[in-house]
């Protein structure tokens, strides 16, 4: 099989990251937010993406509006 030595580093990094915080994920992120502010870098908040599912059933509506209105003129 085919190994990757930069993936591999990335890894083992990651663990010996994870573990000198004992594998807390609320530790972790608290560092990891001390290092955001630190960085003196722009932080955006960006709105979530509407799921597929919505962009869907919110043209559904749509379509069913576009319906209903063109059946009331054509009476």
């Known amino acids: 099989m ?5 993936v591999e580093e990335i ?5 010996k990251y994870a573990q000198s915080f004992n594998y807390d994920l609320k530790a972790i992120f608290a ?3 001390k290092k955001q502010a630190e960085s003196g870098r722009e932080v ?13 059933s919110g043209r559904a509506r749509d379509v069913g ?3 209903e ?4 003129r054509s009476t």
């Not at 960006?46 to 599912?53: D, E």
Request: no cysteine; glycine share 0%; aromatic share 6%.
């Open 31 to 33: 560092d990891l937010q």
């Open 11 to 15: 890894h083992r990094l990651r663990e």
């Open 44 to 56: 955006v908040s960006l709105p979530p993406k509407r799921s597929l599912t919505t962009r869907w």
């Open 65 to 67: 509006r576009e319906a």
């Open 2 to 6: 085919w190994h990757d030595e930069i």
């Open 69 to 72: 209105e063109t059946s009331r």
